[in-house]
């Protein structure tokens, strides 16, 4: 059963300090994506990696790093958290075919107070 | 400015009829669209895609329409079901990594 996993269920940070969120596949996918889901905006794209190493800028990167050192690993990092981060974050992954869907994890409530 | 607009955040259809979410998009440089459907405390799921050449793609009770001289997507579920209760996002996937999601529209099935 394909899986896509992310490290915490629930989150609580205090402004300034930095966040890291894990997030694992086992499909041997080569695209990762981090979203953030907020209420009427849907999901927005904040980084993604077609690629061990590679990133690039999604529609919302301010405030946000990624790291990926390893295929099956896509880490997002909050530098300095801030209350407007306070959102659900949502990893997925995709093979690398045109149209491919995406897959995944249960997301990561953030609340930065 | 958003590229793909669901503007009914939410929809309420009694079990056994026909529920019908809606979608409209601006940019016709896309390849596919793709449905998914989210639970509670759950990650979204795919549900059903259409590529840029058809205009309807079928899958048991899902069924997409594309009209693409309109700009517009909809999602039609026969006979709705108590367990489509959900949030549906549209979404489209270009030739790049990118997916590009609607706002959602939740869904109520009522027993």
């Known amino acids: 059963d394909v899986k896509v996993t992310q490290s915490s269920r629930y989150l609580v940070k205090r402004t300034g300090e930095k966040v890291f969120l894990e997030c694992v596949q086992d499909?041997?996918?080569?695209?990762m994506f981090w979203y953030r889901q907020d209420p009427g905006l849907g999901l927005r794209l904040i980084y993604f990696?077609?690629?061990?190493?590679?990133?690039e800028k999604g529609d919302i990167p301010e405030g946000y790093s990624v790291s990926r050192e390893k295929k099956e690993r896509f880490s997002l990092i909050l530098e300095s958290a801030s209350t407007n981060q306070t959102s659900m974050y949502l990893c997925?992954?995709?093979?690398?075919?045109?149209?491919?869907?995406?897959?995944f994890g249960s997301g990561t409530q953030l609340s930065v107070l | 400015d958003q590229q793909v607009k669901q503007n009914s955040p939410s929809l309420s259809v009694q079990e056994g009829r026909i529920s019908i979410l809606n979608c409209d998009y601006t940019?016709?440089?896309?390849?596919?669209f793709l449905w998914y459907k989210k639970y509670p405390a759950e990650g979204p799921t795919f549900l059903i895609s259409?590529?840029?050449?058809?205009d309807k793609n079928e899958d048991g009770r899902f069924t997409v329409f594309l009209n693409k001289s309109a700009k517009h997507l909809s999602l039609h579920i026969v006979p709705s079901q108590p367990g489509d209760s959900a949030v549906y996002f549209c979404?489209?996937?270009?030739?790049?990594?990118?997916?590009?999601f609607g706002a959602g529209t939740r869904l109520f099935v009522k027993a």
């Open positions: 997925a992954s995709s093979a690398d075919r045109v149209g491919e869907k995406l897959f």
């Open positions: 990696s077609y690629d061990v190493k590679m990133k």
């Open positions: 979404a489209y996937h270009t030739g790049g990594f990118k997916t590009i």
């Open positions: 259409i590529s840029s050449i058809k």
């Open positions: 499909m041997d996918h080569e695209n």
């Open positions: 940019n016709s440089m896309f390849d596919y």
